[in-house]
């Protein structure tokens, strides 16, 4: 058995969602997610390959062609990527503490439950805090301790030795296109335009950013996070999935179709069918939490 902070939330919002995702293995295909999904993919996967020393641009036009991006979107995404260039925020492999680069997508389990395993992947570690990349139109939202404490906190049980963790949330532009003087925009221009309104005003895109630092984001400390209580949950849930599975028991929780957004597998609930054109079956237990904690 194994939970995930992502898994731990589908069960407690709606049981069906967990047994389409977790027990079905049915899973939204990367063409029918929404763009705000897409775009945080992109963002993240650039992060990256600048820690990792990788060329983006190739794996740019990959990304944009598996997910379908729209070439407005693609235009918003690569202004913001030209802009975050600009700006001079530079990669950090140590801190002033002495803290040790461990590396991207950093996998974890924690094995102190014998009934089940907790997993899952950091965006960046290393040997004494965590970052963690977020892309929102809101991301104001990753900056209350409430909102971020199941992700954050199970990130923490992961280990001990990690003191802090740093939110790295960049806010999604807004600027429109298409309509009034910028009826006849181009996607070059559209881009520049998103590039040169981020270097206007770093700070309001990349909140907590520091010229003297290169660096953005916003600290919070270990011991600002509930973790016995959040282990305790942990232990609390698997029980009930256990009782769930055994009694067949995957209610629908009809107050969480459409919140905060509208439910990706309400197509499925509604009509009974799994559409192969949204829709794509993969092996329960295996797929890797990748997108799952990307919110708009």
Aim: one cysteine or more.
């Amino acid at each position: 058995m194994h939970l995930s902070h992502s898994s731990r939330i589908d069960f407690c919002k709606c049981r069906r969602l967990y047994y389409y995702r977790k027990t079905e293995g049915i899973t939204v295909r990367p063409t029918m997610l929404s763009p705000a999904i897409k775009m945080g993919i992109i963002w993240d996967r650039y992060i990256e390959s600048r820690y990792l020393g990788l060329p983006f641009k190739d794996k740019f036009w990959e990304l944009v062609d598996e997910y379908a991006i729209e070439d407005m979107e693609v235009a918003k995404m690569h202004g913001m990527i030209q802009a975050y260039r600009t700006i001079g925020i530079e990669p950090y492999y140590e801190t002033k503490d002495g803290g040790i680069f461990r590396g991207c997508q950093h996998k974890f389990s924690i094995d102190e439950n014998k009934d089940f395993t907790i997993i899952g992947f950091l965006d960046r570690a290393y040997s004494d805090h965590i970052v963690e990349v977020k892309m929102s139109s809101r991301p104001d939202f990753y900056f209350q301790v409430h909102n971020i404490t199941s992700q954050i906190g199970t990130y923490f049980l992961s280990n001990p030795d990690y003191k802090y963790v740093v939110i790295e949330a960049a806010r999604t532009p807004g600027l429109r296109t298409g309509a009034g003087k910028y009826s006849d925009e181009d996607s070059d221009s559209y881009s520049k335009r998103v590039a040169d309104d981020i270097i206007s005003k770093p700070s309001h895109y990349f909140p907590g950013y520091s010229s003297k630092t290169g660096r953005h984001g916003k600290c919070y400390w270990r011991n600002e996070f509930p973790l016995d209580e959040l282990m305790d949950d942990y232990i609390k849930i698997n029980k009930d999935i256990v009782r769930a599975k055994e009694e067949d028991a995957w209610w629908k929780n009809y107050m969480s179709c459409y919140s905060p957004f509208v439910c990706n597998y309400l197509p499925i609930c509604s009509t009974g069918v799994c559409s192969e054109s949204i829709y794509e079956v993969k092996e329960p237990n295996i797929i890797k939490e990748e997108i799952e904690e990307v919110t708009e």
